[in-house]
């Protein structure tokens, strides 16, 4: 019996050494609790993939095959409980905004080749974000949503990334909350308040700052209230440089 376990722990230690030693272009195992939504055939690219493909947008996914994409509001696992991306299937960003994402992912490989990121949202079609308005206007939460007649969100100009950090099994680092957490254990200015009360771990606050660390230093910008959220640059500046996505 104690060479069984003894053969066991040995296998399982080989196994977990070769998929965390994974060339660094090696793809990513998805998550065994992925709720990605099903990839459309070929020939039935979504409509707003195209729309987006054309408009000059870049696609995450082909910036390096190491990166993951679930897109949350493809699926129905949101903070809205329904399918908001029908249309959206990929994750599109502004050209110069994805080389910064990919210069962050470098940076990421290099300091720790056994983590990725998981990109959560990108580009956002306006005609999604007023029917997530639609949806919370007058809720508490309204302030967590940009409201697209205000001439829209980071999101919508395909000037802002929502991700995670993952390890090589695909399971996310702890950062304390999960995506869409709509409280100020969410918020990136209240760290040492949340660290002191045991709202978050320091563990959780180590993961964070890592995230923020690889992509503060690739020139994206934090929001106070989501620390999954990066701005590429101020928001007057992205409606001045780039088209809103319809
Ligand atoms: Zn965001």
Sequence with gaps: MKIMNARFILWLSFMLFVSCNRPASAPMVPAADSCAAPLPQAGQQPVKDA?????????????DEGMMVQLVYATPYNFMGKILYRDVSRAYLQPDVAQMLLKAYKALKKQRPDLTFKIYDAGRPVSVQWEMWNMVKGTEWDYYVANPGKGGGMHNFGAAVDLTLVDCTGT?????????????????????????TGRITARELENRLLLRKIMTDAGFRTVKSEWWHFNACPLDEAKQRYKIID
Excluded at 178 to 192: I, K, M, V
């Design 51 to 63: 729309e987006m493909a054309a408009g000059g947008l870049v696609d995450v996914a082909t910036l």
């Design 172 to 196: 996310p680092l702890a950062m304390g909350t999960p995506y869409d957490y709509f409280g100020y254990e969410a918020n990136t200015d209240r760290e040492e308040e949340l660290l002191r």
